[in-house]
C-alpha cells in the first residue's frame, strides 16, 4: 500500500522540494514555417534596448548592408581589385580602403551613396596609403599652391616629363602632391610647385 501512494506521488509530479523534476521537458511540435515566423517575430520585436546598443535585427540590416557595399564597389571596374572594408551603423558608413588615384576615391564614395539604405558616408579611403584631406579633395599632402599651376596626367606621361615641362624637380612634385613613389594615372590632376 505504501509503495502504491509513493507511485502515485511520482506519476503525479508531487515530490519533495529538494529533489530534482524527474519529468521530461513537454516539447510542442510546430511546423517550420511557424518557427521562422516566430523567428522573425522575435528579431522585429526586440526589446528596447538602452541608448547606443543596436537590436540583433538592426546589426543584421547593418551587415547586410556592408555586404551590398562590397558588392556594389567589386562591380565597378575601377573599383574590383581593390579591397574596401565597409563599416556602418544604422545606414551610416565608414569607408575604409586603399586606392591609387583621386578619381578611385571619389567614385568608391558614389557608389556606396548610390545604394538606397544608405544615409551618409563618411569617406576613409586612403589613396596609395594616404588620408585625403578634407579641404583639398584631390588628396595633395600640402594644400598650399602659390602659383596655383596644375597638371592633368596623360597617358604615357612620367614625373619627369612633368617636372620637365613645367621647370620644376621630381621630388617637389612628389613632396607637393604626396606621392611616395613615381606611378601615375592617367587623368590624375597634379599641383605643380612654383619654381
Known sequence: MILGVVLTLAGTGCASPDAPDPSPPTATTTSPDSSAQQAN????????TP???RSLNERLNDL???????????????????DF??????????????????????RAAEITAQLSEVEAVTNAVTVVGQPVIADNRRGDANP????????????????????????????SIQQHNGLSDGRLQPGQTLKIPSP
Do not use: C, F, M
Not at 569607408?95 to 576615391?105: I, K, R
Not at 602659383?147 to 615641362?165: C, F, K, M, N, Y
Open 41 to 48: 517575430a522575435d528579431l522585429n520585436a526586440a526589446p528596447p
Open 51 to 53: 541608448q547606443g546598443e
Open 64 to 82: 547586410s548592408l556592408a555586404a551590398r557595399i562590397k558588392q556594389a564597389l567589386a562591380r565597378d571596374r575601377r573599383l574590383r581589385g581593390y
Open 85 to 106: 572594408e565597409p563599416e556602418v551603423e544604422r545606414g551610416t558608413v565608414l569607408l575604409q580602403g586603399d586606392v591609387q588615384t583621386q578619381d578611385e576615391y571619389e
Open 144 to 171: 598650399s599652391n602659390e602659383s596655383g599651376a596644375t597638371h592633368v596626367v596623360q597617358p604615357g606621361e612620367t614625373l619627369w616629363d612633368i617636372a620637365r615641362s613645367h621647370r620644376s624637380s621630381v621630388g
